[in-house]
């Protein structure tokens, strides 16, 4: 899998088992209200990885010019994880088409996926892997491909004090 550089929207993880809590009407409407800070899946997903002794920043821009926010940030590694919302990015399996205002928010969606490609360009030019994570999916796998992601990084800038 994966050498550095390249993954743009590559997702790295597939939801295998079960179904999946953004398929609750309820879950996915609470999802539609906050969009962004802390919702459940990026909660569950740093309990995950602080158990696994995974240091990290949360909600850190990885770039001080660039205006664009990251869930989790591992500045020595320079690995930045973007947990994305179903609904807000599209998610092909729990994006739901709205039955008012279709067209506005697929315009808004189609805005979103635009701004994540640019946002992973922009940061894989200056060193950085990107991982994009949906918030679907299993926080112990999404936690295992973090930490994948994040040790052979981190080991090989080692001595950078970042
Ligand atoms: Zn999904």
């Not at 490609?117 to 295992?144: C, P, S, Y």
Request: aromatic content about 8%.
């Amino acid at each position: 899998m994966g050498s550095q550089g390249s993954e743009s929207r590559t997702r790295l993880l597939r939801v295998v088992e079960g179904e999946s809590w953004a398929s609750s009407p309820a879950v996915r409407a609470s999802m539609q209200g906050n969009r962004g800070r802390d919702t459940k899946p990026e909660v569950a997903l740093r309990r995950t990885l602080h158990a696994r002794g995974l240091r990290f920043f949360v909600n850190r821009r990885p770039l001080p010019g660039l205006r664009r926010t990251a869930d989790l940030l591992f500045p020595r590694a320079r690995v930045a994880v973007f947990v994305d919302g179903c609904f807000w990015h599209g998610c092909p399996e729990h994006h739901t088409v709205a039955k008012s205002n279709a067209k506005y928010w697929e315009e808004k969606v189609r805005r979103n996926r635009e701004r994540d490609a640019d946002t992973d360009a922009m940061l894989q030019n200056e060193g950085w892997m990107v991982i994009r994570l949906w918030a679907h999916q299993d926080a112990f796998d999404a936690a295992k491909q973090v930490e994948t992601a994040v040790k052979p990084r981190r080991a090989s800038f080692r001595g950078d004090t970042s």
